[in-house]
Protein backbone atom coordinates (compact mmCIF):
# COMPACT_ATOMS: atom_id res chain seq x y z
CA UNK A 1 0.00 0.00 0.00
CA UNK A 2 0.82 3.41 -0.61
CA UNK A 3 -0.58 6.90 1.08
CA UNK A 4 -1.19 9.71 -1.36
CA UNK A 5 -1.32 13.79 -0.75
CA UNK A 6 -2.56 15.85 -3.32
CA UNK A 7 -1.37 19.55 -3.57
CA UNK A 8 -0.99 22.72 -5.69
CA UNK A 9 -5.05 23.23 -6.88
CA UNK A 10 -6.10 26.87 -6.62
CA UNK A 11 -8.40 29.07 -8.60
CA UNK A 12 -6.92 30.48 -12.11
CA UNK A 13 -8.12 32.16 -15.12
CA UNK A 14 -8.93 30.62 -18.05
CA UNK A 15 -5.75 30.22 -20.06
CA UNK A 16 -3.62 29.83 -17.32
CA UNK A 17 -1.60 27.30 -15.15
CA UNK A 18 -1.15 25.21 -12.39
CA UNK A 19 0.64 22.04 -11.29
CA UNK A 20 -0.43 19.29 -8.95
CA UNK A 21 1.96 17.51 -6.82
CA UNK A 22 1.11 13.95 -5.34
CA UNK A 23 3.61 12.96 -2.41
CA UNK A 24 3.90 9.15 -2.04
CA UNK A 25 4.59 7.56 0.93
CA UNK A 26 6.40 4.18 1.11
CA UNK A 27 9.78 2.92 0.06
CA UNK A 28 7.87 1.05 -3.17
CA UNK A 29 7.13 3.91 -4.61
CA UNK A 30 9.15 3.19 -7.89
CA UNK A 31 7.16 -0.04 -8.70
CA UNK A 32 3.65 1.97 -8.84
CA UNK A 33 2.14 3.10 -12.16
CA UNK A 34 0.89 6.63 -11.57
CA UNK A 35 -2.23 8.17 -12.74
CA UNK A 36 -4.82 11.30 -12.09
CA UNK A 37 -8.45 11.55 -12.05
CA UNK A 38 -10.93 14.38 -11.85
CA UNK A 39 -14.52 14.27 -10.96
CA UNK A 40 -16.46 17.86 -11.46
CA UNK A 41 -19.77 17.90 -9.44
CA UNK A 42 -22.21 15.58 -10.90
CA UNK A 43 -20.27 13.67 -12.69
CA UNK A 44 -17.95 10.42 -13.12
CA UNK A 45 -14.42 10.21 -11.79
CA UNK A 46 -12.50 10.18 -15.15
CA UNK A 47 -9.30 9.37 -16.10
CA UNK A 48 -6.48 12.16 -16.72
CA UNK A 49 -3.60 10.81 -17.30
CA UNK A 50 -1.02 7.85 -16.36
CA UNK A 51 2.94 7.51 -16.39
CA UNK A 52 4.84 4.14 -15.49
CA UNK A 53 6.39 3.24 -12.83
CA UNK A 54 9.84 3.19 -15.18
CA UNK A 55 8.42 6.79 -16.23
CA UNK A 56 8.92 6.12 -19.56
CA UNK A 57 5.31 5.96 -20.99
CA UNK A 58 2.99 8.29 -20.66
CA UNK A 59 -1.35 8.03 -21.61
CA UNK A 60 -3.37 10.99 -21.90
CA UNK A 61 -7.35 11.37 -22.10
CA UNK A 62 -8.20 12.99 -25.44
CA UNK A 63 -9.64 15.62 -23.74
CA UNK A 64 -5.99 17.16 -22.09
CA UNK A 65 -3.41 15.93 -24.54
CA UNK A 66 -1.19 18.32 -25.60
CA UNK A 67 -2.24 20.89 -22.70
CA UNK A 68 -1.57 18.45 -19.48
CA UNK A 69 2.04 16.97 -18.72
CA UNK A 70 2.28 14.35 -16.27
CA UNK A 71 5.62 13.34 -14.91
CA UNK A 72 7.57 11.80 -11.90
CA UNK A 73 10.21 12.20 -9.75
CA UNK A 74 10.76 8.98 -7.68
CA UNK A 75 13.53 9.58 -6.12
CA UNK A 76 11.35 12.34 -4.05
CA UNK A 77 8.10 9.94 -4.53
CA UNK A 78 6.14 12.44 -6.33
CA UNK A 79 4.18 12.42 -9.06
CA UNK A 80 3.39 15.92 -11.19
CA UNK A 81 0.89 16.86 -13.20
CA UNK A 82 1.40 20.15 -15.74
CA UNK A 83 -1.72 22.03 -16.88
CA UNK A 84 -1.58 24.85 -19.10
CA UNK A 85 -4.23 26.29 -21.47
CA UNK A 86 -6.64 25.48 -18.83
CA UNK A 87 -10.09 25.76 -19.58
CA UNK A 88 -13.50 26.56 -17.60
CA UNK A 89 -14.66 22.46 -17.95
CA UNK A 90 -11.04 21.32 -16.65
CA UNK A 91 -12.32 22.80 -13.05
CA UNK A 92 -12.98 19.19 -11.06
CA UNK A 93 -11.31 17.94 -7.63
CA UNK A 94 -8.13 16.06 -9.06
CA UNK A 95 -7.14 12.87 -7.93
CA UNK A 96 -3.61 11.30 -7.72
CA UNK A 97 -4.04 7.36 -8.06
CA UNK A 98 -1.64 4.29 -7.82
CA UNK A 99 -1.57 0.57 -9.49
CA UNK A 100 1.02 -1.93 -9.09
CA UNK A 101 -0.05 -2.65 -12.64
CA UNK A 102 3.26 -2.73 -15.13
CA UNK A 103 1.56 -0.83 -17.88
CA UNK A 104 -0.31 2.58 -17.61
CA UNK A 105 -4.02 2.16 -17.33
CA UNK A 106 -6.66 4.49 -17.69
CA UNK A 107 -9.26 2.66 -16.09
CA UNK A 108 -10.46 3.46 -12.80
CA UNK A 109 -10.83 -0.08 -10.96
CA UNK A 110 -7.42 -0.88 -11.89
CA UNK A 111 -5.99 1.59 -9.20
CA UNK A 112 -6.36 0.69 -5.50
CA UNK A 113 -4.76 3.56 -4.01
CA UNK A 114 -5.90 7.13 -3.76
CA UNK A 115 -5.81 10.54 -2.62
CA UNK A 116 -8.16 13.21 -1.06
CA UNK A 117 -7.96 15.26 -4.41
CA UNK A 118 -7.02 18.92 -4.82
CA UNK A 119 -9.71 21.22 -6.12
CA UNK A 120 -8.91 23.26 -9.59
CA UNK A 121 -11.24 25.80 -10.00
CA UNK A 122 -11.22 27.83 -14.01
CA UNK A 123 -12.67 31.07 -14.38
CA UNK A 124 -13.97 32.03 -17.49
Known amino acids: QVQLVESGGGLVPAGGSLRLSCAAS????????MGWFRQAPGQEREFVAA????????YYADSVKGRFTISRDNGKNTVYLQMNSLKPEDTAVYYC?????????????????WGQGTQVTVSS
Open 97 to 113: AATAFKQVSARRVDYDN
Open 26 to 33: GRTFGRYT
Open 51 to 58: IRWTGGNT
